[in-house]
């Protein structure tokens, strides 16, 4: 048991502690523009981009889920998207969204 928490500890400190490296690593390119976003709750803020048309797609069906109201799609093609609320009642929420050049689809 005592050899199990050992080694245990061991590699958390392998994990955690890549400082003492012999060779120092980092796969950030300084040029390159880094986009994240949390995929379970993403956020529909005016000027937020994503990776791809595909991920904005998925993103604004899951903000439609969390939300919890109907998405309509009123235009849909491979470098634009338009949706709405068509949910009943009085829900006035509308998205546009549009691929920028270089982006992926």
């Excluded at 993403?42 to 889920?65: C, H, N, W």
């Excluded at 799609?73 to 338009?82: A, C, G, L, M, W």
């Amino acid at each position: 048991m005592w050899l199990h928490q050992m080694i245990e500890q061991c590699i958390c400190r392998v994990l955690i502690n890549d400082n003492d490296a012999a060779i120092p690593t980092s796969d950030a390119i300084p040029s390159e523009l880094m986009i994240s976003y949390d995929k379970d709750h993403p956020k529909m803020d005016l000027g937020t981009i994503y990776p791809s048309m595909k991920e904005f797609r998925m993103a604004v069906r899951q903000f439609a889920i969390n939300e919890e109201f109907d998405l309509g799609t009123e235009k849909s093609d491979p470098t634009r998207f338009r949706g709405f609320c068509k949910s009943t009642g009085d829900c006035p929420w509308k998205i546009n969204g549009s691929k920028h050049k270089g982006q992926a689809l």
